[in-house]
């Protein structure tokens, strides 16, 4: 598939969190997944890892990237580079919704906890 429709947020069961998968292992990509998100004001992903390097967009708002024991504060049009298997979170300390776009090198994107659980994802990937 060369073009997908427009695709708009969903709430998650993840508290504060909406998503959509823009494109993954369901468009027939393997080496590539891109979602988008938004998080309320004081939300935050949960802690988690991912065994592939992921890139994240960030289009609106502010926030800190918790990563490896230090807090890196950004706000609208950063960039954030994680590195493959480094637990990380991505916490909204802003007013407004923060909005960004993650571009992970694999799909589907498997997720785990900092345990090595899976945390079992409510959205395709």
Known sequence: MYVLGKQTLQPTPIPGI???T???SEDGLRNLSLWKQSIGPGGATPPHRHDCEEVVLVERGAGE???EGHVHAFAANSTLVIPRN????????AQEPLDIVGVFAVAPV????PDGQQL??????
């Open 120 to 125: 079992a994802l409510p959205w395709r990937s």
């Open 65 to 67: 990237l918790h990563i």
């Open 22 to 24: 823009l494109a993954g």
């Open 18 to 20: 909406e998503h959509v």
């Open 86 to 93: 480094v637990v990380h979170q991505i916490v909204n300390t």
């Open 110 to 113: 498997p997720v785990f906890l």
